[in-house]
């Protein structure tokens, strides 16, 4: 996703984990009537038009629009929720038609027909929204109205990833009556039909959600109001879920508070639920740059990285390493950085420079966003320029920036060697290939791959069955691996932390990595 939440480093879900809890379990019983669940996260909201948001705001989004498809809890693939029922209706994956639910409503009323999903759709189409998530309709070709219920999308490619598409939150249902077709809502209110209504909003503070009696949709809402408020960083939220100002953390927590809550959470009736997860940190190399251009500079610097090293000492093994840009738990995962180069070794990567002719120190300028990815940022690249100073075969300069120049900089090829996190649009692995390749990219930085590009994607997508495609992903991520353009850094793990009296934190976060508000719930025994 481009731009994923703006603040501390995400710990997301992956779709076939199982969650342990550290101390108490999350689970059974009902809620008591003690007002809202209050939720902490670092992942405020940017906007609350749908039309501008590929970012954190769709941890919103979810609880109080609706989309057509969505992840009951236990999901690993989109199901109907305004939907009633969805699929291709050929055989090449290019018409998918989706019939609505009867009788849908939003929150004050109006009535949620065909006719409104078109027009949510569309409308992203024609604010196209710079950095916005037209990017992900570039399959859509048209959308027809068949009736009040039913409507067909007509792709211009094959593509068995647009059902994953109709389930991002960027995709949620808006009323035409109240939204612009041709600009973005500015006035702070949200008229959805998802299974909250948003009560009030204060920009950066907090949200507060009440149950949306016009709600018809897949989910069983175990609470019937939730708060959600906003904090800078992870210190401050985990000391409120202490002092019980809040109930539940779901996104934000820093490696030293996630170590604590695991040894010390149970003093201060908290619990740990744990597990793997979907976020993946990595290192761009700019082809324009005269050093990063070259194959064996990337080669010889892939060779001494020492993943397992920055997951021990900077991130406390809160993290895994990673050896592939698709991640363990999704299918079509490989481990090929480490079975072409096995373990870091500074005499392997000095043979591949000199086999290049390239004997002297080489120099390398890192960047790095110093308020994006969270506060183990900045010691993760000391240890990586430590690691490839310490080698012999780098001299090593680093320099960071807030997000908001950082990103215009990388946009115009301004770094050498850059940073940066991903947190996928949907839960399958073309979402971690088809974004960094081709010569407009998520990256900034054009990466031809015309295999990729031309052939084993356009292949994959014309298979509705994801596990039928491995060998097409697996070869795109060998392809990765030989160009070494892109060198994985580590994955994620998901953790959520809780009051013991909260249950449904197990069932709560979608394959997405999105919290599902509704499954949290008080136990009212233990």
């Known amino acids: 996703m481009f731009n994923r939440n703006p603040c501390l480093r995400h710990l997301a879900a992956v779709t076939s984990i199982t969650l342990v809890a550290g101390c108490g379990v999350l689970s059974s019983a009902s809620s008591g009537d003690k007002g809202p669940i209050v939720v902490g996260t670092t992942s405020a909201p940017s906007t609350l038009d749908p039309a501008a948001s590929w970012d954190g705001s769709w941890e919103l989004f979810r609880n109080i629009y609706q989309t057509l498809l969505s992840y009951p809890s236990g999901a690993t693939t989109p199901q109907p929720d305004a939907a009633q029922s969805c699929g291709f209706a050929d055989t090449s994956n290019l018409v998918y038609r989706c019939k609505l639910r009867a009788d849908m409503k939003f929150s004050d009323g109006d009535t949620l027909d065909a006719r409104a999903v078109k027009y949510s759709i569309d409308r992203i189409k024609k604010i196209n929204l710079p950095g916005g998530p037209a990017g992900l309709l570039g399959s859509l070709d048209r959308i027809q109205v068949l009736n009040a219920r039913e409507l067909v999308f007509h792709l211009n490619k094959s593509d068995a990833t647009f059902p994953f598409v109709l389930a991002t939150p960027a995709m949620s249902i808006v009323d035409p009556d109240d939204y612009s077709a041709h600009s973005l809502r500015k006035d702070g209110k949200v008229f959805g039909s998802g299974p909250y209504s948003l009560r009030s909003y204060e920009d950066g503070k907090q949200a507060e959600l009440v149950r949306n009696e016009h709600y018809k949709g897949f989910a069983e809402l175990k609470n019937d109001a939730v708060t959600i408020r906003y904090f800078q960083d992870s210190g401050q939220m985990v000391d409120a879920l202490k002092d019980k100002k809040i109930d539940v953390t779901f996104r934000g927590l820093a490696s030293k508070d996630v170590v604590s809550l695991r040894t010390k959470g149970a003093d201060n009736g908290l619990q740990l639920v744990e597990g793997a997860g979907m976020e993946i940190s990595y290192l761009v190399f700019n082809p324009k740059d005269p050093w990063a251009k070259k194959l064996a500079v990337r080669k010889a610097v892939a060779q001494v990285i020492d993943r397992a090293a920055i997951a021990h000492k900077v991130y406390k093994d809160t993290v895994d390493p990673l050896y592939s840009m698709v991640p363990a738990g999704l299918t079509g995962h490989t481990t090929g950085f480490f079975d072409d180069y096995g373990d870091p070794s500074s005499s392997k990567a000095r043979q591949i420079l000199a086999e290049a002719g390239i004997t002297e120190r080489v120099p390398l300028t890192l960047w790095y966003t110093t308020d994006r990815y969270g506060s183990e940022t900045a010691p993760e690249f000391q240890e990586i320029k430590r690691q490839l100073e310490e080698s012999g075969l780098f001299r090593v300069s680093l320099n960071g920036r807030p997000w908001k120049t950082y990103e ?50 356009p292949a994959s997508r014309r298979e509705g069955d994801r596990g039928a495609v491995v060998k097409e992903f697996e070869a795109a991520q060998q392809i990765l691996v030989d160009d070494a353009r892109l060198l994985p850094l580590w994955q994620g793990k998901q953790f959520v932390a809780a009051s013991e009296e909260i249950s449904g934190g197990e069932q709560a976060l979608d394959p997405s990595t999105i919290m599902m508000m509704w499954e949290l719930h008080r136990k009212t025994s233990w």
Do not use: H, S
């Open 408 to 457: 215009e900089g990388y946009r115009k090829g301004e770094y050498p060697v850059f940073g940066r996190g991903w947190f996928p649009d949907f839960p399958d692995a073309d979402n971690f290939i088809a974004p960094f390749v081709g010569r407009q990219n998520a990256l900034g930085t054009p990466y031809a791959a015309p295999r990729i590009t031309d052939t084993l994607l």
